[in-house]
């Protein structure tokens, strides 16, 4: 008796956080079960199966910095329940349809289960446009709600941006333990829309994943969530990033052809500041991270090389104004066949194998 008086504890702390199926009516549905404890706990030789089915119409948006994203959903619920099967004859249809407050009452008036849940992600406030339940005359109950809301994406990693590929999940885990509430997933009834609205990534790779979670209630308690993968346009940074590089990067070897020294000591210190722009604007897309990405590395190690030309030009510069100018011209060459193109090379292929490859 005493696993029960836990159970119907830490189910009460539960209703507090309802925030999925009759979210709206979290006061309505307390009274209740503090007037009949024992009506929404379902016994643990047989828990009540619910098929639960996500489908994400809308992306309202990607978030990377706060690593969040909007949402519109359909969440759909389905399960049996015999004490409301009813006649079709003697009503007149075979489905009813009910507010989900007046089934929560009759639910509960009959000691039958409502099957909470709460979406595990959520970050915001759940805005429900519509919510409906239909009971068929076997007694199928089937709860649909189409809402909105932020959620959490604590998968991201941008290692190696702006190639990555990133997870994003909806996450729907019952309020009950496992022993009372089993949950399955509604593949037919899941996924993504065809029109979703989201321009700056290609989301793909929807897939169902039912697991076993820490519950609010402290106890193992079943999950279910909607995972997809997005990528991001390469075009976008091929055009608007890596393009510009190339030529600043041409722009700065082309400089080595300049016979004079104070030239090119000039023009190397004016890339210096596009490459600190450069990195400025990158890193307002992203976190604050601990590590570097590949686009981080690239541009880090151009910064590096721009800095170390001016300060290979001054030394020239000096050289030649000692007097040895053959070995001026001679250094010069070997950084203009060798040592400039080679080493901008090594740095690309290094930053490939150790960010795209190997990670």
């Not at 996500?54 to 015999?82: C, F, H, M």
């Not at 595990?120 to 005359?137: D, G």
């Not at 989301?203 to 979670?213: D, H, P």
């Not at 600190?276 to 690239?298: C, E, H, Q, R």
Request: aromatic share 12%; net charge negative; hydrophobic share 50%.
């Amino acid at each position: 008796m005493s696993i029960f008086k836990t159970t119907r504890a830490c189910l009460t702390a539960a209703l507090l956080f309802w925030t999925g199926l009759f979210g709206q009516l979290q006061v309505e549905a307390q009274a209740l079960f503090h007037s009949n404890p024992d009506a929404l706990i379902a016994t643990p030789e047989n828990p009540l199966q619910v098929g639960i089915g996500i489908r994400i119409e809308q992306i309202t948006g990607v978030d990377q910095k706060s690593e969040n994203y909007g949402a519109v959903v359909v969440l759909r619920a389905e399960w049996d329940e015999p004490a409301l099967a009813f006649d079709a004859g003697e009503v007149g249809r075979d489905v009813q349809v009910f507010e989900p407050s007046a089934l929560a009452k009759k639910l509960t008036d009959v000691g039958s289960v409502v099957p909470a849940f709460l979406i595990h992600n959520q970050q915001s406030n759940k805005w429900i446009h519509e919510a409906a339940v239909a009971v068929r005359a076997s007694g199928r109950m089937l709860y649909v709600e189409k809402s909105s809301l932020t959620l959490q994406a604590p998968h991201f990693n941008f290692l190696k941006y702006p190639f990555d590929t990133q997870t994003f999940s909806f996450e729907v885990a019952s309020v009950f333990p496992s022993e009372f509430v089993n949950f399955h997933p509604l593949n037919e009834h899941s996924g993504l829309g065809d029109t979703l609205g989201e321009e700056e990534w290609i989301l793909e790779n929807a897939r169902m994943e039912r697991s076993e979670i820490k519950g609010i209630s402290g106890q193992p308690t079943d999950q279910v969530a909607l995972v997809f993968e997005g990528r991001r346009h390469v075009t976008y940074y091929v055009i608007r990033v890596f393009l510009p590089m190339l030529v600043l990067i041409t722009v700065t070897w082309a400089l080595f052809f300049l016979d004079e020294y104070r030239k090119r000591i000039e023009i190397s210190g004016a890339n210096l500041l596009v490459f600190v722009a450069f990195n400025w604007a990158i890193s307002a897309d992203l976190p604050k991270l601990g590590y570097l990405t590949f686009l981080d590395f690239i541009l880090q190690w151009m910064f590096v090389v721009t800095g170390a030309i001016i300060v290979f030009n001054v030394v020239l510069r000096k050289i030649k104004a000692g007097g040895n100018e053959p070995l001026a011209k001679k250094l010069d060459n070997y950084a203009i066949k060798w040592i400039y193109p080679l080493g901008y090379a090594a740095i690309v292929g290094y930053a490939i194998f150790a960010f795209l490859l190997v990670s």
